[in-house]
């Protein structure tokens, strides 16, 4: 038996909605959530046609064989910098016509593997051997408005696609759970005497892979206490654990630092959630968001064509802010990055643009203050791997987050510790 899709019924009236307009197709991507039982798909959004693909439809219909997956994998890597923690491009959708049916699932194949692959390389963090591996693949035929379900096991790409039931359900993400917490981060990456002479861009991606690590072994803490992580998130018998890492010590010849508050957010389904959805989701919103910014400033700096400074000089720039916006009839909100310079209606305009979906100004929450990316650079320095102060600590420092799980009924607050190297401060603050 093949896996269940539960979909929220707007996203079978978007589909019914779209119009082909003399195209020969229309692609995108299909978002949501996995759970071990099922899984569940809460927005659907269209890959925007290129300009030159407007011209040419004009004169004859596309053929599936045209589809560019460069152009529909690029999307789904936008798209996939505006989902929160716990959301996922689950698969991707084409909508045909009635004689291109029998064309659609060799096509269907290609893209969903390479769309995985593409957002796969961006990733700080890896999928589990738990979790599950399949993506789904569905055809729209906009003739009849019968739906083809299948899906790929996306760690096999000579797998062969299995029946999935879709299965329609009206405010499905009405009741999800909100988790929240601002993470004040302090990243300090030192530069050995090879690393120098990369790129900033490099030399900062190195450094996260390795803050990564130590924000995937926190040890995570629900109203003061260890979890079991089996347990249901609102339930469970509580644990007794104990972490710690220390600072350690290098010779280096200049330092990158990533400093600033950042605005976290996951979101998960309410049909009895695990502990360690909840921790899983929020440790990968954490790497996503910080890992987005700094990719987001650095494709900025290369549009602009701004030079990085000589070897004895600062740089300092300052990390693109997060706005969130909300999905009609759901506690589940979307987000993107703005820099100090940008509008409020270019925001709404790329929300648009990317989700296809109308977004009003008004509905823009601006999530966060200032972050600063600020890059040194000296000679002969000896600094901390772990730690920017100016002596390494003598003990562990606690770090902490704080996790407010939110529901219809109320609010539970949840507490994060992890004793991570001193390099990086968590702090918690309520409302």
Not at 55 to 69: R, T
Not at 416 to 421: E, F, G, K
């Amino acid at each position: 038996m093949g896996r269940t899709y539960i979909v929220e019924e707007t996203v079978g009236q978007y589909l019914s909605n779209i119009s082909l307009q003399g195209k020969g197709f229309v692609s995108g991507l299909l978002i949501g959530q996995c759970s071990s039982q099922k899984d569940y798909v809460i927005l659907a959004t269209r890959t925007p046609p290129k300009e030159e693909q407007d011209e040419s439809s004009k004169h004859s219909k596309a053929k599936l064989d045209n589809l560019d997956e460069e152009w529909a994998t690029e999307h789904a890597n936008q798209v996939s910098r505006m989902l929160p923690g716990g959301l996922l491009v689950l698969g991707v959708f084409i909508i045909t016509t009635l004689e291109m049916g029998n064309e659609f699932q060799n096509t269907l194949h290609r893209l969903v593997f390479a769309v995985e692959k593409s957002m796969n390389k961006k990733r700080l963090w890896n999928f589990t051997d738990e979790e599950v591996s399949e993506r789904v693949t569905l055809h729209f035929c906009s003739s009849t408005k019968k739906i083809f379900c299948r899906t790929y096991d996306i760690h096999n790409p000579k797998s062969s696609a299995k029946p999935a039931d879709w299965k329609y359900q009206n405010g499905l993400s009405a009741s999800w759970l909100s988790l929240e917490c601002t993470v004040y981060i302090n990243i300090h990456v030192p530069l050995s005497t090879t690393s120098v002479s990369y790129t900033l861009e490099k030399n900062t991606k190195n450094g996260l892979i390795h803050w990564a690590k130590q924000i995937e072994n926190n040890i995570y803490l629900i109203n003061g206490q260890v979890k079991d992580e089996d347990c249901d998130l609102l339930e469970g018998q509580l644990l007794n654990s104990d972490h710690r890492s220390t600072a350690t010590v290098q010779i280096c010849s200049g330092s990158v630092n990533l400093k600033g508050a950042v605005k976290c957010r996951a979101y998960i389904h309410s049909n009895k959630p695990k502990v360690k959805d909840a921790v899983q989701a929020m440790k990968r919103d954490i790497l996503n968001t910080v890992a987005d910014r700094c990719e987001i400033l650095f494709e900025d700096l290369l549009l602009n064509e701004i030079p990085e400074k000589k070897d004895s000089e600062k740089e300092f720039h300052i990390l693109p802010h997060r706005v969130f916006v909300p999905i009609p009839g759901s506690t589940v909100m979307l987000c993107d990055y703005k820099f100090g310079d940008e509008s409020a209606e270019e925001i709404r305009d790329h929300f648009i643009e990317m989700l296809d979906h109308m977004i009003q100004i008004e509905d823009l929450e601006i999530a966060e203050e200032i972050n600063t990316a600020c890059v040194s650079s000296s000679m002969n320095t000896e600094a901390s791997l772990d730690n920017t102060d100016d002596e390494p600590p003598k003990q562990p420092i606690k770090t902490t987050i704080v996790l407010k799980i939110q529901q219809n009924i109320g609010v539970i607050a949840a507490f994060a510790v992890a004793a991570l190297a001193a390099g990086i401060s968590f702090h918690y603050f309520s409302d």
